[in-house]
T-cell receptor
Framework: DTGVSQNPRHKITKRGQNVTFRCDPI?????LYWYRQTLGQGPEFLTY????????KSRLLSDRFSAERPKGSFSTLEIQRTEQGDSAMYLC????????????FGSGTRLTVV | QKEVEQNSGPLSVPEGAIASLNCTYS??????FFWYRQYSGKSPELIMF????GDKEDGRFTAQLNKASQYVSLLIRDSQPSDSATYLC???????FGAGTRLTVKP
C-alpha cells in the first residue's frame, strides 16, 4: 500500500494550453474523487468514479474539464484551453466500497496558468 | 442541495485549551462522518471518523455525532501549536467539504 499518488506535483502552463493530471489510487480502492482547491477554500468537488464509471460530475464544472478512469484503476483529469482561473491545487482521493472509514488523499497537483 | 457548513473561523485558542469545531450537514444519505486536518500547503489528512450517534474519543480528539440534528463536532483537548491547521468535515455519501475552520493554537 503506497498511498494515493498524483503526478505531476507541479505544473506551470501557458493560458490556452491543455494539461493532464494523473492519479493512482490505493490498489483495490474502487471509489475515486477529484477536487479542486484554491487558497482559503475547502476542496471543491469536481467528479467521482465507482470503478470505471463516472457517476457524478459537478454542475459547476466547465466542459473544458474531463476525467477518465479506464479499467477502474488510475484516473486522469484533463483541462483543455486552460485559463488563469484554473490555477489551483487539484486533489485526488480514493476509498473502498462505501467509504465508511474515510478517504485517502494524494499530495495533489498544483497548477499555475500564466 | 448537499451542503456542509462549518463554524466560521478563524478560531484562536491558547495552548492547553479546548478547541471546539462544529459542522452541520444537509445530506441525510451519509452514515459516516469524517474530520480531516489540513496543514498549509498540504493535502487533507483523516484524523477521525464517526458513524454512531454519541461520542468517539481518540487521544486528545473527541468527535460527536447527532444524526437527528445533522450535526457533527470535533473537540481537541490540551490544544498544541502543532494542532494549528484547517479542519474539514465531510460525510461518506457525497464527500462534499465546507470551507473548513482555520484553527490557531497560540503558545
Amino acid at each position: 500500500d503506497t498511498g494515493v499518488s498524483q503526478n505531476p506535483r507541479h505544473k506551470i502552463t501557458k493560458r490556452g494550453q491543455n494539461v493532464t493530471f494523473r492519479c493512482d489510487p490505493i490498489s483495490e480502492h474502487n471509489r475515486l474523487y477529484w477536487y479542486r482547491q484554491t487558497l482559503g477554500q475547502g476542496p471543491e468537488f469536481l467528479t467521482y468514479f465507482q470503478n470505471e464509471a463516472q457517476l457524478e460530475k459537478s454542475r459547476l464544472l466547465s466542459d473544458r474539464f474531463s476525467a477518465e478512469r479506464p479499467k477502474g484503476s488510475f484516473s486522469t483529469l484533463e483541462i483543455q484551453r486552460t485559463e488563469q482561473g484554473d490555477s489551483a491545487m487539484y486533489l485526488c482521493a480514493s476509498t473502498r466500497d462505501q467509504a465508511n472509514y474515510g478517504y485517502t488523499f494524494g499530495s495533489g497537483t498544483r497548477l499555475t496558468v500564466v | 442541495q448537499k451542503e456542509v457548513e462549518q463554524n466560521s473561523g478563524p478560531l484562536s485558542v491558547p495552548e492547553g485549551a479546548i478547541a471546539s469545531l462544529n459542522c452541520t450537514y444537509s445530506d441525510r444519505g451519509s452514515q459516516s462522518f469524517f474530520w480531516y486536518r489540513q496543514y498549509s500547503g498540504k493535502s487533507p489528512e483523516l484524523i477521525m471518523f464517526i458513524y454512531s450517534n454519541g461520542d468517539k474519543e481518540d487521544g486528545r480528539f473527541t468527535a460527536q455525532l447527532n444524526k437527528a440534528s445533522q450535526y457533527v463536532s470535533l473537540l481537541i483537548r490540551d490544544s498544541q501549536p502543532s494542532d494549528s491547521a484547517t479542519y474539514l468535515c465531510a460525510g461518506n455519501n457525497d464527500m462534499r467539504f465546507g470551507a473548513g475552520t482555520r484553527l490557531t493554537v497560540k503558545p
